[in-house]
């Protein structure tokens, strides 16, 4: 025990590794801000420029760039509606109209408390409950992952303000951009059009600053002259009564978080969509509407994609399997340094577990102190004139897009889903669902087909085993409940149980 605490405390008390994990963190937020510039890549430029560090080094930056960067696509997605980052889709669903309100400083502050909140949670988990949760992991069949990927499916009924059928209608049409480009088990194009450029598919960053991003944009031109939401930056800091009146909500969110990072290609993406979800069905009085400045929307996508980040590091370090994109980087930097991850890392290096354990604890540190900085100044960014704001938002967006693959058909691609979402928008349809679909749509197909494969292309064996294996049938049910819940059959069913006299 004592071993492990002084392994849990190195970078705490090493003015090298505390810089570092500083650093990290605070580059992180900005990175994350910046609609394009993925927590992914700027991990794996880290491992090229940290190839000839201490291991022990290299980890501390790379941990504080990742709790930085997944928490710092939230600002954007409160200020501009231009998530930073695919895990910050959610929070914008009722970020960005505090911040139409004139909250935007409320709106970041609490987000940066409730992050770091989940945040801990993810850790905390890691630390206490690795080895059970990786067992699990393992446990998810394609079968189990086809589940999952319907389940969040399913949350259309959700993030479709008003009309099932429209949200039905978007996130269909997410999954079929989803799906463009090389068919992962036959290696043939799909909806291709027979053009080679989209052989490798629309990167999902791209449709999201187009729906999101450039879109908005678009429905500011209509309103150039009104004068911007003057808002209100003295009261940042939530207060105590606050953060303890949406704590059991964070806490819940924050599980739903680690659960879904444990499962491989599974992200905070998902996790916050999922934990939104939640919100809008557990939550009897919100504050608000959701969709209109709920505070209960904000805290529970970004304690879940927090959270998930100490989820993804659970299969990493127990199993060697990536938990995420940026997992998947980081297992190339402990190889590169001469560390062998899965389950022998434990035995064969001990103190990396306990090492990153404190690192993410105090990254999260950080992230309170920092986080809460300059929110100030961010904030002006709503009431510069919208004549001005939108050429920066165009330019963002389109510096953002190009940076990924340093493509200009991408930027194409991107200005083309932005008139798209602008004419989505006009019509009442709502983007959440699209990036749902764009995420989840080709997970469901790849997983559906594997699990096919496995049994021989025999519909009745797959689904047999999915009411006969105790994981896949908890999977389904739920999948079932949520069915239910999304038709007409609920209110059916209240109505019903309301006429009955007592």
């Not at 909500?249 to 939104?276: E, F, H, K, W």
């Not at 994981?471 to 059916?492: A, F, R, V």
């Amino acid at each position: 025990m004592t071993e492990a605490l002084s392994f849990f405390t190195m970078a705490w008390f090493d003015p090298s590794l505390l810089m570092l994990t500083a650093l990290g963190t605070f580059a992180g937020i900005y990175i994350g801000a910046i609609p394009g510039l993925s927590v992914t890549m700027a991990v794996s430029i880290l491992v090229s420029f940290t190839f000839g560090w201490e291991v022990n080094n290299a980890l501390s930056l790379i941990v504080g760039i990742y709790i930085g960067g997944v928490y710092g696509g939230s600002r954007s997605a409160i200020l501009l509606n231009i998530p930073g980052a695919p895990s910050s889709v959610a929070t914008g669903f009722d970020g960005y109209p505090l911040a139409k309100r004139g909250e935007a400083g409320q709106a970041i502050g609490l987000s940066t408390v409730m992050s770091v909140i989940g945040g801990l949670v993810g850790t905390l988990l890691l630390a206490t409950a690795a080895p059970v949760i990786g067992d699990l992991a393992l446990k998810f069949a394609p079968r189990d992952y086809f589940l999952v990927a319907g389940i969040g499916l399913l949350l259309v009924g959700s993030l479709a303000k008003g009309s099932l059928a429209k949200g039905i209608f978007a996130a269909a049409l997410g999954a079929i951009i989803g799906m463009v480009g090389m068919d992962p088990v036959t290696a043939e194009g799909r909806f291709t059009l027979g053009q080679i450029e989209l052989m490798g598919g629309i990167h999902y960053v791209v449709v999201m600053i187009g729906l999101f991003g450039v879109a908005e944009a678009f429905s500011m031109m209509h309103t150039l002259d009104q004068a911007p939401v003057k808002q209100k930056v003295d009261k940042i800091i939530p207060s105590l009564a606050m953060v303890l009146k949406f704590l059991p909500l964070s806490i819940r969110t924050s599980i739903i978080g680690v659960i879904v990072g444990v499962l491989p290609g599974c992200g905070g993406d998902i996790a916050a969509l999922m934990a939104y979800d939640h919100a809008k069905r557990s939550v009897k009085k919100p504050t608000r509407p959701f969709g209109e400045g709920a505070y209960e929307g904000l805290v529970a996508p970004e304690s879940a994609n927090s959270a998930a980040v100490g989820g993804a590091y659970v299969p990493m370090l127990t199993l060697g399997m990536p938990g995420d994109a940026v997992t998947a980087v980081i297992i190339g930097a402990l190889v590169i340094h001469g560390l062998n991850p899965g389950p022998m890392l434990m035995v064969e290096n001990p103190h990396i577990f306990w090492f990153t354990v404190g690192n993410l604890t105090l990254a999260n540190v950080f992230l309170l102190i920092f986080g809460l900085m300059g929110i100030k100044l961010f904030a002006k960014m709503v009431e510069i004139p919208k004549a001005i704001l939108v050429p920066l938002i165009l330019v963002l967006c389109t510096v953002g897009t190009y940076s990924i693959n340093s493509s200009m058909t991408e930027v194409y691609w991107m200005l083309g889903f932005g008139l798209v979402g602008y004419f989505l928008k006009t019509f009442g349809f709502q983007m959440g669902p699209v990036i749902l679909g764009v995420i989840l749509g080709p997970l469901m197909d790849t997983s559906y087909r594997q699990a096919m494969s496995s049994v021989g292309d025999n519909p009745t064996v797959f689904l047999t085993e999915l009411f006969t294996n105790p994981l896949s049938l908890l999977l389904t049910t739920g999948l079932i409940l949520i069915l239910l819940g999304n038709t007409p059959l609920k209110d059916l069913l209240k109505r019903r149980k309301a006429a009955t006299p007592v």
